[in-house]
């Protein structure tokens, strides 16, 4: 790791060199439904790099990319029962 000052990838502040923690970056799902209908191949492409995060953001960041994550189980919820219910009509 550099000597030099990073910088948060959430908030912008300057964090020391021995209080950065690297983690990935935050995709939202509203990101992840843009890259899947532009270009779907784009999701298996290479990992991401890790960012900085300072420590009182990381937190915030786990809490967010938990929320993520539910909101993209919900979506994929809704379309499974929405099938389901096609399904069941048409027979």
């Known amino acids: 790791m550099t000597e030099t000052a990073l910088t948060c990838a959430r908030c912008g502040n300057s964090i020391a ?3 950065v923690h690297m983690g990935q970056p935050l995709i939202t799902a ?3 439904a843009r890259i899947a209908m532009k270009s779907p191949a784009a999701l298996a492409g290479p990992t991401l790099p890790d960012v900085p995060y300072c420590a009182t953001c990381r937190p915030i960041v786990a809490q967010q990319r938990t ?3 539910l909101k993209v189980l ?3 919820l809704v379309l499974l029962i929405l099938v389901a219910v096609g399904i069941f009509v048409l027979l």
């Open 74 to 76: 919900g979506f994929i």
């Open 30 to 32: 509203g990101e992840l």
């Open 67 to 69: 929320m993520e994550q």
């Open 17 to 19: 060199p021995d209080a």
